[in-house]
């Protein structure tokens, strides 16, 4: 053979080589190949198990209906692989109970199917429009989801979805385990331990021995949450508004979906979690990880007011398959309970924050201000309403210095009433005049137009803070007070047989009457020395606000309208004795002929303004003369 022959026949012998290299099996379809005449071997084992699994008594199934589960497992195998024999089975329920939760669990899935609160109740309106009060259950819808979606290679779809698995329970006094077995040791657990006297659930989830079925590149564990938040209490408006989905970074301040939004979405994918809260009113159901959550991502969805439940709360979450596989697994908490400061506080990692007391500095003031007042005074008041009188007398006494500034403004104010009446008979004619004269009176006699409403507007984060404490506070619920059956709703002393719009409803609350009474009676006693002249319309509007109001306080809780009410009747004592035996109306005159006859120094604000003033003036009577004069 010549050179060019044995060149060529080598470079053929080399392709065929490399041809045959090329095209082997790999390692790893090798194992592939393996396994699945493993599972076919398995689905055969297979039968005999799931003939356990179904059976309630020792008597054994007849021939024919074991080939029938033998060949359903078999067409099974492809869409739950290892875990085909779990994927036939019968429901059952099992439960574990201590003195405060009755927890119902479901064997398709291995999940909670319900919760009995056993120290709370549900208010629903029964027979001639009466409160009724009948068990709380939390976690029962039947569209509830509750799934992990294991990364098995080899089946259609993404994975095995466990929520279509049947689980075979084992309970030992207060533990609780589940197990979705994949043959020869082989298993995905659950296992839920509920403590003595605690809402709290220690929770754990477990792959056993399934390294081998994993799929290569696919190293997270998926876990899907779907609950219905169901109306629990009578005023569902504003329990809607207090509802949502609240969620804790590992670093990071606690988030939220948007309680008022139909439909909002937060992204967490790159921030591991800690814990995860599908949140009422006054309860909540709080997934908590001892360690984090990979990422996750959560949804909320308002349904309309005629649905059985309020809104749809979705979460999914990423835990990683070594947390999964490893050791003991993966272990979280379950806390179905009330929201209960101290309780969520002891927890830990800001879980107190998903009680809607209000964001920054309101709920500041709500969470380590006036809760700790009302804890305090609740220690030796048993009574929930003589807590809010006693509450707001606290309040109104240590604000007291402020509102002294703003009577006092008032009284200095109606002290210059003479001299205002002067002035404005003098330049009746000239509005302009009149407001320059306005602010050189009271720059003379030392009086800021200001004074009342400063102290006023201090107040307002106290005011506000409270508006949010009462409907958010468990302390008030289904507590009774004079004609009110729950401070934190509304109270329906008139039932009418009509409801009017606006947000007003079928009802006349008593103590939104009261407190819209003795504002207009507070309105007019201090009107009477408040000058209207300038703006006539404020002196009606201050009566037109008060009534407008009362549509939207008609509906909402007691525990606050209490608080307006007393606030309006300390507020009407205040004044009477401040104005009549502290505040000196002589000696008030006197300071201010004193201050008029020292001499003023040409700056500060009302300076300032009065100096604008004249410059406007100017500018406008040299507008007015160029006018004159081009005509």
Request: proline share 4%; hydrophobic share 40%; net charge positive.
């Amino acid at each position: 053979m010549d050179r060019n022959t044995i060149i060529g026949l080598s470079l053929i012998f080399v392709l065929f080589f490399a041809w045959q290299y090329a095209t082997a099996p790999s390692k790893e379809d090798m194992a592939a190949q393996k396994r699945t005449q493993d599972s076919l071997a398995r689905v055969e084992r297979s039968a005999d198990s799931l003939a356990r699994l179904k059976t309630e008594s020792s008597a054994a199934k007849p021939a024919s209906s074991v080939a029938d589960d033998s060949i359903r497992i078999q067409q099974l195998s492809g869409n739950f692989g290892p875990f085909a024999a779990a994927a036939v089975g019968k429901e059952t329920e099992v439960t574990l109970e201590n003195e405060l939760l009755q927890v119902t669990f479901t064997t398709k899935g291995g999940k909670i199917k319900k919760v009995l609160l056993k120290q709370y109740a549900k208010m629903e309106r029964g027979k001639n429009r009466k409160d009724v009060k009948t068990p709380l259950v939390l976690l029962n819808s039947p569209k509830d989801l509750m799934n992990f979606v294991l990364p098995i290679k080899g089946v259609s779809g993404n994975g095995i979805n466990t929520g279509d698995l049947y689980f075979e329970p084992a309970k030992e006094g207060n533990q609780l385990i589940f197990r979705a077995n994949a043959g020869e040791g082989k298993y995905f657990e659950q296992r839920y331990v509920l403590p003595s006297n605690d809402y709290k659930l220690d929770y754990a989830v477990k792959l056993e021995g399934l390294d081998q079925y994993m799929a290569s590149g696919e190293d997270m564990v998926t876990l899907n949450w779907v609950n219905y938040l169901g109306k629990i209490e009578k005023a569902t408006r504003y329990e809607r508004t207090y509802s949502t989905l609240y969620f804790r970074p590992e670093e990071g301040r606690v988030g939220r979906c948007s309680p008022t939004a139909n439909s909002d979405k937060e992204d967490a994918e790159s921030a591991p979690l800690k814990w995860v809260s599908s949140s009422n009113q006054f309860f909540n159901t709080t997934l908590f990880a001892e360690k984090a959550f990979a990422s996750g991502v959560m949804e909320t969805k308002s349904l309309p007011e005629t649905a059985d439940y309020m809104k749809v709360t979705s979460t999914t979450l990423q835990i990683p398959v070594s947390e999964v596989t490893g050791g003991s697994g993966f272990a979280m908490h379950f806390y179905t309970g009330p929201n209960e400061f101290k309780r969520l506080h002891e927890m830990g990692y800001g879980l107190e924050e998903v009680i809607p007391f209000g964001r920054n500095i309101l709920g500041t003031i709500n969470r380590w201000v006036i809760r700790k007042i009302f804890s305090w005074l609740s220690g030796f008041i048993g009574s929930a309403g003589l807590v809010i009188f006693m509450l707001t007398l606290l309040v109104k006494l240590l604000l007291y210095p402020l509102s002294y500034r703003m009577l006092y403004s008032q009284a200095k104010m109606s002290a210059l009433k003479p001299e205002m009446e002067k002035m404005r008979e003098k330049y009746k004619d000239d509005q302009q005049r009149q407001q320059m004269e306005t602010m050189t009176l009271y720059r003379e006699f030392g009086v800021n137009p200001l004074g009342s409403c400063m102290p006023m507007l201090l107040q307002m984060p106290i005011w506000i803070a409270l508006y949010r404490f009462f409907p958010a506070s468990i302390e008030f619920r289904q507590k009774g007070f004079w004609w009110a059956n729950d401070l934190s709703s509304y109270d329906e002393f008139i039932q009418l047989p009509f409801s009017i719009p606006f947000g007003f409803g079928d009802h006349i609350s008593m103590f939104t009457l009261l407190w819209v009474a003795t504002t207009l009676i507070y309105t007019w006693y201090n009107s009477k020395s408040m000058d209207f002249s300038a703006n006539p319309a404020l002196k009606y509007m201050q009566y037109i606000m008060p009534v407008m109001f009362m549509g939207f306080f008609n509906g909402y809780a007691s525990g606050l309208t209490a608080y307006l009410l007393f606030s309006n009747v300390i507020n009407i004592g205040q004044t009477l004795v401040t104005k009549h035996l502290i505040i000196d109306e002589k000696k008030i005159i006197r300071e201010m002929e004193a201050f008029r006859k020292k001499p003023k120094k040409e700056k500060g604000f009302s300076h300032r303004l009065q100096q604008a003033m004249k410059d406007q003036q100017r500018i406008t009577a040299e507008r007015e003369a160029s006018r004159k004069k081009g005509k």
